[in-house]
C-alpha cells in the first residue's frame, strides 16, 4: 500500500535559517503529493501541491519538486521567520480517478521550532 | 466563503460511551473525509462519504461508522467509546472529478476518553 516518510523531528533552527525537511514515499501509479501545516492547536492547512512527476508546489517562499525517479518530495524555504513554528506533514494521495481524489496517506510529521 | 466547520471543538466521554461528530463541507464540495489524529502522530484516514454513500473506507473497526445528508454535510459515530479513541479527529472537504484533489480540513474535534 502507500506510505510516506518523513524527516524525524524535531527540528530547531535560528532564524533565517535554510530549512530542508526530507519526505519520501511508495505508492503505485502517479499519485499527488502535498505539504500540510498544523499550528498549534489547530487543524490542517494545504501549504503546497504538485500533482505530476516535475513540478513544482510553491506557496509563502516554500517549495517543494515532485520527484519521480527518488520518489521525493523535500520541502524547502531560503529563510525561515519565527512564525514558521509548526508541525510539518507530507502526504499523498492515489491516483485521480473520475470520481475525484482517493484518500490522503500522511507521515507522522515534523515539528519545526524557529528561534529569534 | 466558509470553510470547513467541525462541532464541537472539545469533547469529554468516559468509556463505554457513544459520540457524534459533525462537519459541514467548503461551500461546493460534495464530498467529505474524516481522519484521526492521536497525540505526536499523523493524521490516519477512517473514510470517506460521497453521494450519501461510503465510497472508501480505512483500517478502522465497525464501531466506527458515518452518514452524510444531502447537503453534504456529515457525522462521525463512535460506539462502545474505548481510551485509545482519544484524538483530534478531522474533517476535510473536496470536491468531484479531475483537477480536484486537494483536501481542505477543518479545525477537528478534541474527543477525550477517560
Known amino acids: 500500500g502507500n506510505s510516506v516518510t518523513q524527516m524525524e523531528g524535531p527540528v530547531t533552527l535560528s532564524e533565517e535559517a535554510f530549512l530542508t525537511i526530507n519526505c519520501t514515499y511508495t505508492a503505485t501509479g502517479y499519485p499527488s503529493l502535498f505539504w500540510y501545516v498544523q499550528y498549534p492547536g489547530e487543524g490542517l492547512q494545504l501549504l503546497l501541491k504538485?500533482?505530476?512527476?516535475?513540478d513544482k508546489g510553491s506557496n509563502k517562499g516554500f517549495e517543494a519538486t515532485y520527484r519521480k525517479e527518488t520518489t521525493s518530495f523535500h520541502l524547502e524555504k531560503g529563510s525561515v521567520q519565527v512564525s514558521d513554528s509548526a508541525v510539518y506533514f507530507c502526504a499523498l494521495s492515489g491516483e485521480i480517478s473520475n470520481f475525484g481524489n482517493e484518500k490522503l496517506t500522511f507521515g507522522t510529521g515534523t515539528r519545526l521550532t524557529i528561534i529569534p | 466563503d466558509a470553510g470547513v466547520t467541525q462541532s464541537p471543538t472539545h469533547l469529554i466521554k468516559t468509556r463505554g460511551q457513544q459520540v457524534t461528530l459533525r462537519c459541514s463541507p467548503k461551500s461546493g464540495h460534495d464530498t467529505v473525509s474524516w481522519y484521526q489524529q492521536a497525540l505526536g502522530q499523523g493524521p490516519q484516514f477512517i473514510f470517506q462519504y460521497y453521494e450519501e454513500e461510503e465510497r472508501q473506507r480505512g483500517n478502522f473497526p465497525d464501531r466506527f461508522s458515518g452518514h452524510q445528508f444531502p447537503n453534504y454535510s456529515s457525522e462521525l459515530n463512535v460506539n462502545a467509546l474505548l481510551l485509545g479513541d482519544s484524538a483530534l479527529y478531522l474533517c476535510a472537504s473536496s470536491g468531484t472529478g479531475r483537477g480536484t484533489d486537494t483536501q481542505y480540513f477543518g479545525p477537528g474535534t478534541r474527543l477525550t476518553v477517560l
Open positions: 504538485a500533482t505530476k512527476a516535475d
